[in-house]
Antibody
Framework: EVQLVESGGGLVQPGGSLRLSCAAS????????MHWVRQAPGKGLEYVSA????????YYANSVKGRFTISRDNSKNTLYLQMGSLRAEDMAVYYC??????????????WGQGTLVTVSS | QSVLTQPPSVSAAPGQKVTISCSGS????????VSWYQQLPGTAPKLLIY???KRPSGIPDRFSGSKSGTSATLGITGLQTGDEADYYC???????????FGGGTKLTVL
């Protein structure tokens, strides 16, 4: 069974940093592209970032480019999102998702339960 | 405002059929596959349709998808109260080199 478990969310001050993690199990992690998607309270889904199966290619929404960094450790079956220069508009539930295959530009087949990031002073 | 346009809400009676549209452009829907996701209240999104019209295992054939040009459509037949949820279309944008979601459509089964 595919499982994705996010962690690392919490309260952070504006301008601060936070690192999210997503522990994957139930599949060969190194064979799949991975994604981060967020959802602000009461709002719709917003695509954040993607990374290829070997970590060699990364992609970002314009809203987070230059502030967030996606990475992965295939030896630990873990996806990361390093978030910096956090703003109030970054407050959201952050979901980790697995692609259907190696292609980054593809379907988000499985989703974690999300971790809440609150940006407030 | 989302690059992919969906109606904010749709409604229909139990047993009826509803369609949800998703409109984009040549850089996204026009040249990439479309997926549809269902988000029940208080839960994570779940994949309903991928590659425009394919259903993952376990998704009933009451759910269908189609694509024409720069628009896509999700259809749901035999509506049930358990179908009440938010529905999102999603795709890749080749110009932005990033994924995209529609703004979401809230389905109410009256």
């Amino acid at each position: 069974e595919v499982q994705l478990v996010e962690s690392g969310g919490g309260l952070v001050q504006p301008g601060g940093s936070l690192r999210l993690s997503c522990a994957a199990s139930g599949f060969t992690f190194s064979s799949y592209a991975m994604h981060w998607v967020r959802q602000a309270p009461g709002k719709g889904l917003e695509y954040v970032s993607a990374i290829s199966s070997n970590g060699g290619s990364t992609y970002y929404a314009n809203s987070v480019k230059g502030r967030f960094t996606i990475s992965r450790d295939n030896s630990k079956n873990t996806l990361y999102l390093q978030m910096g220069s956090l703003r109030a508009e970054d407050m959201a539930v952050y979901y980790c998702a697995r692609g259907f295959g190696t292609a980054v530009a593809g379907t988000l087949a499985y989703w974690g339960q999300g971790t809440l990031v609150t940006v407030s002073s | 405002q989302s690059v992919l346009t969906q109606p904010p809400s749709v409604s229909a009676a139990p047993g009826q059929k509803v369609t949800i549209s998703c409109s984009g452009s040549s850089s996204n829907i026009g040249n990439n596959y479309v997926s549809w996701y269902q988000q029940l209240p208080g839960t994570a999104p779940k994949l309903l349709i991928y590659d425009n019209n394919k259903r993952p295992s376990g998704i009933p054939d009451r759910f269908s998808g189609s694509k024409s040009g720069t628009s896509a459509t999700l259809g749901i037949t035999g509506l049930q109260t358990g179908d009440e949820a938010d529905y999102y279309c999603g795709t890749w944008d080749s110009s932005l080199s990033a994924g995209l979601f529609g703004g979401g459509t809230k389905l109410t089964v009256l």
